[in-house]
């Protein structure tokens, strides 16, 4: 069992991107964990903001 606490605007936009594509949020968290262990980490690059020409 994983338990985390998710603001309600976040939740309520991942709830309702996964009802559109026909997931639980409970099914897609386990997809990210599963694509996680396939990948050997995280399958997206995290890196903070970087500057641009306007900031």
Request: glycine share 6%; aromatic share 6%; net charge positive.
């Amino acid at each position: 069992m994983l338990s985390t606490h998710i603001d309600p605007d976040t939740k309520s936009a991942f709830t309702h991107i996964c009802d559109e594509i026909g997931l639980s949020p409970s099914q897609a968290i386990k997809l990210f964990a599963k694509a996680v262990i396939n990948h050997g980490g995280i399958p997206f690059d995290v890196k903070t903001k970087q500057a641009n020409k306007q900031t």
